[in-house]
């Protein structure tokens, strides 16, 4: 079974036949569209001393619908953790994640797997972090052994004008030609993370050793990131107010 770190957590799988349905909503998140994609291997994590496994479907619901980032991320978690554990369960107290991505189905996962399943105290990207391909990265360490790998997706595996459509939609400046090709984008990724090989997903998982300084506490970074986001609001408002007068 694979287990490995990245992005973020697991899915309660719907096993049919034929795979498991999944609904995913359009790129106006109005309407919603079914595509079956095959099971997928849950996420395992030792908590406590108890293991948890965190399936695909359990993700998608903590996350609010079926997100291909999402699955993209559980996909290089799994890729990640098996490359530094083999097949042992990871305890949440040996794991240390960083992410280079602000997307959202990708910090829900992250909050998932190391915080748990609280909606309250889910994650924020700190102000500055683009998302794009040259970001979809997710450092994974595994404090007991000072090793660490990186898992970056293939820029191959996604279209390239994805992300700018993708705001595009969240702006509503996006075309009714340009909605139906992100529309799709979103059903060939969600097919394609869950079913192209890992390793032509992201590349070969190599562990590397490093040293490591410095501690942060719990909750640290959420207060460290709630601080940026404020800060960035006031200047945004100063800015608006001088540009009144």
């Known amino acids: 079974m694979l287990r490995k770190l990245i992005l973020t957590i697991s899915v ?7 795979g498991w349905s999944a609904e995913y909503a359009d790129s106006n998140q109005q309407k919603s569209h079914t595509v079956q994609t095959p099971p997928l291997n849950p996420l395992e994590i030792n908590i406590n001393g108890q293991n948890q496994a965190i399936t695909l479907q359990q993700a998608f619901a ?14 290089a978690l799994q890729h990640g953790i098996q490359a530094l554990y083999g097949d042992t369960v990871p305890s949440r107290q040996d794991l240390l994640v960083i992410s280079l991505t602000p997307a959202g ?8 797997l190391m915080k ?6 889910k994650t924020w990207a700190p102000p500055g972090m683009v998302n794009d391909l040259d970001g979809f990265k997710i450092m994974i360490i595994k404090k007991s052994s000072s090793e660490a790998v990186d898992v970056k997706i293939n820029p191959a595996n996604f279209p390239a004008d994805y992300f700018q459509l993708k705001e595009k939609a969240r702006n509503n400046t996006i075309t009714t030609e340009e909605k139906g ?4 984008y979103l059903k060939k990724i969600l097919i394609g993370s869950a079913t192209t090989p890992a390793d032509l997903l992201f590349g070969a998982a190599k562990p590397y050793k490093l040293i490591f300084w410095g501690n942060v506490e719990s909750g640290e970074m959420d207060r460290h990131i709630r601080n940026m986001r404020r800060a960035e609001k006031a200047k945004q408002l100063l800015e608006e107010k001088k540009g009144a007068h």
Request: net charge neutral.
């Open 181 to 184: 090709r992100l529309n799709n």
């Open 62 to 75: 903590f996350h609010g619908h079926t997100c291909p980032a999402m699955t993209t991320a559980y996909r």
């Open 12 to 18: 309660v799988i719907i096993s049919t036949a034929a």
């Open 116 to 121: 748990g399943n609280d909606v309250n105290s």
């Open 105 to 112: 189905g990708a910090k829900d996962l992250l909050d998932l």
